[in-house]
């Protein structure tokens, strides 16, 4: 729900505003407004409207990479990141972006970042959020308790990056 939504991203972006560490958010438009509409209007937060960071995963790799370390040369000790990972509940398949997901901790490990992956089960389909879901070390329940993830797997050679085909069309 948007309840839910906000008891996930508001104390994330207002812990961010707090210590000074600038917030990037690239959701679709209805959750932006919706962010819009809870947060302060603060030059800490950068809103991403555009498909540009998620035209495709590897694109997306180098694109958050590149964000965070300009904030940090720019003086931030650590940046926060959320958005929407494209799905078949957007109309998008998830093709490669189970591969993303298993990569993102490896392009973005060794930086002060933080990038929790929000999936909106209302519209995503059961199987992108339990890949997803596979592919994190911790997770959060509905209310924001975060704990280790138990079916957390780990990737560590090729075969575990090959996609699992959720919403492609067929040959």
Request: charged share 20%; net charge negative.
């Amino acid at each position: 729900s948007d309840s839910e939504f906000a008891n996930q991203v508001m104390p994330f972006a207002r812990e961010g505003l707090r210590t000074g560490e600038p917030v990037v958010f690239a959701y679709d438009d209805y959750k932006t407004d919706l962010l819009q509409h809870w947060l302060p209007d603060n030059p800490a937060i950068t809103y991403i409207t555009d498909a540009g960071p998620y035209s495709t995963p590897s694109k997306a790799l180098g694109s958050w990479r590149e964000l965070v370390q300009r904030h940090l040369t720019a003086g931030a000790a650590r940046v926060r990141i959320a958005g929407n990972v494209p799905h078949p509940g957007y109309g998008i398949s998830y093709a490669g972006w189970d591969r993303y997901e298993a990569a993102i901790d490896q392009s973005l490990g060794d930086l002060p970042v933080w990038a929790p992956c929000l999936y909106d089960v209302r519209i995503a389909p059961p199987a992108v959020v339990q890949q997803a879901r596979s592919l994190h070390r911790h997770v959060r329940d509905r209310n924001g308790t975060g704990r280790a993830n138990d079916g957390f797997h780990r990737s560590t050679q090729l075969a575990d990056f090959l996609s699992v085909q959720i919403g492609r069309a067929p040959d």
